[in-house]
Structures are given as C-alpha cells and as structure tokens.
C-alpha cells in the first residue's frame, strides 16, 4: 500500500510578527517547523504501515530551505520526499496550492507508485483554510473523508477505509473506498518519533526535487501569485484583553460554589464543559 502525506513548512507561531507597515507576516529570521496536524497525518500513515506494508512518500511545496522539514519527516520513518520548488509556486493561496499538489501526485503515481490514500493535515496553523485537503481530492477525483479524529480499520481486499471522523453534535463513523484522501484532525493520535535506524540514514537521504516543469505542471497561469485570486486586505495581531484574571479562593468549598461565579461571568462555558465531557 502507498501513502502520500502533504505535509507543509510554516513559522513558528510564537515567534510571528506583522509588518507595522505592510501588514503582512514577517518570515524573514522566523523559525520553522512541520505544521502539527501535517505530523498526526504522517503518524497516521506510519500506523497503516506498520499494519499492512506499503511505503510512504512526503509531499511538500515550498522555498529550498523546506527540505530540512522532508528530512525531519525522514526521521520518523517515511520512506521518500519529495520537494516542490520554483519560482512559480510564489505567492500561492489554496486554489492555486491544490493544483500544483494534485499535478504532482498524479506525477508521483507514474513516477513510484500509485498512490492507495492521501493524507494531510485538516488545516495549517498560518492560514487555517482546511480547504487544501478537499481541494486536492476534488482536482483528482477522490472520494474523501475530512475532520478525521482516528482511522478505525482499513481492507485491502475489499479496499476500503473506515473512519471516525468529528461532526457538529458527535462523531461519525464512514467508510469509503480506495484510493481516496483523509485529512487528519489531533485526536488520540500521537506524534511518532523517530527510532535511530531511520533518524541516522535520513541526513544523507536522497530529496526529489522537482521544478513545475519537472512535475509536469501544463498551466503555469494556474500557479503562484497569478493563479491565485484571494486576495488578504490586512494581517494583524489580535488585541491584548482588556479583563484581567480574578483569583477564587479555595479553601474548603465544594468544587460546584467554586466554579459558580465562573460560570456566571462565563455563561457559554458550562455547555462547553459538558459538551467537552461527552466527547462532543
């Protein structure tokens, strides 16, 4: 079986500052990482791995300094990276992402091999679109599940996949068949980390790298700035709360007159809190 896991290079959160001029980010000098719901993708597809075999190609799209996250995705235990960089891929927003993705996964199943399932992340923590997954199936025809909080069973002969995937008011359990795409949400899933027999070959590993004209990508006006007709007016940092935190004496109270002047400043917080118990 062959996964395909996109996975993308965005900054480090904690670290994100806006132009005060042009109101864009700076990511100049900002530090980088693998995007967190792209890493419970790739464990996901390490699991299906370790249970039926296969191997598993890492996609990203991005400058040359995105290798170093292929090479950490290595580390985990994938067993082939490919890098997507040009000129042309500048500037991209979703609409523009999705067709150079499914441009080169088509690539990767004439290339390699084809590919069983796709998996991302549900979204990426600089844009937060959760449009890119979808985007990708549409463009190449699959069938796909989104919000996917676990994969529940997958049969290969039969060829199908069985999901829990997260709903407004609970969870849903759906099974489609193969090939089709999943994007994954955080769930019970935990990050795999590397073992030192991937870690040590991963440094000198090969990287595919592939310019559009080596991805075969037809229409370089679907690429890049001009491909991509969102346009963002403004960025900026949210301001700081105006409320300061209140302290609430413990003492001996019972845990329900401690929580009763929270709730009362905070009236959607106790349906939070019982929806959250419920798994909801």
Not at 122 to 145: C, F, M, Q, Y
Request: hydrophobic share 40%.
């Amino acid at each position: 079986m062959h996964s395909v896991v996109c996975i993308k290079q965005v900054p480090d959160p904690a670290q994100i500052r806006v132009h005060p001029v042009t109101d864009t980010i700076v990511r100049k000098g900002v530090p980088t990482k693998i995007n967190p719901y792209d890493l419970f993708a790739l464990g996901a597809a390490l699991e299906l791995r370790d249970k039926f075999g296969g191997e598993i190609t890492v996609l990203t799209m991005g400058p040359p300094s995105a290798e170093d996250s292929l090479r950490k995705a290595l580390t985990f235990g994938a067993d082939r990276a490919v890098l997507l960089t040009d000129s042309f891929f500048a500037g991209v927003d979703t609409l523009a992402t999705t067709y150079v993705l499914a441009t080169a996964i088509r690539k990767i199943g004439e290339t390699f091999c084809r590919p069983d399932i796709i998996i991302t992340g549900n979204e990426s923590i600089d844009r937060e679109t959760a449009e890119v997954g979808p985007g990708i199936a549409k463009r190449l025809g699959l069938l796909k599940l989104t919000y996917v909080a676990k994969i529940v069973g997958l049969d290969l002969i039969s060829r199908t996949i069985e999901a829990e995937c997260r709903a407004e008011g609970g969870v849903q359990v759906l099974r489609t068949k193969l090939p089709c795409l999943i994007s994954m949400l955080e769930a019970n899933n935990q990050t795999r980390r590397g073992v030192v027999t991937d870690v040590l070959p991963a440094g000198r590993a090969p990287i595919v790298k592939w310019s559009a004209q080596e991805a075969v990508v037809e229409d370089i006006s679907k690429c890049g700035a001009p491909g991509s007709p969102t346009i963002v007016k403004r960025v900026f940092a949210p301001s700081p709360g105006s409320e300061k935190a209140g302290l609430v004496e413990a003492a001996e109270q019972p845990t329900k007159v401690l929580m009763k002047p929270i709730l009362n400043s905070q009236p959607r917080l106790e349906t939070d809190l019982v929806a959250q118990a419920r798994g909801f």
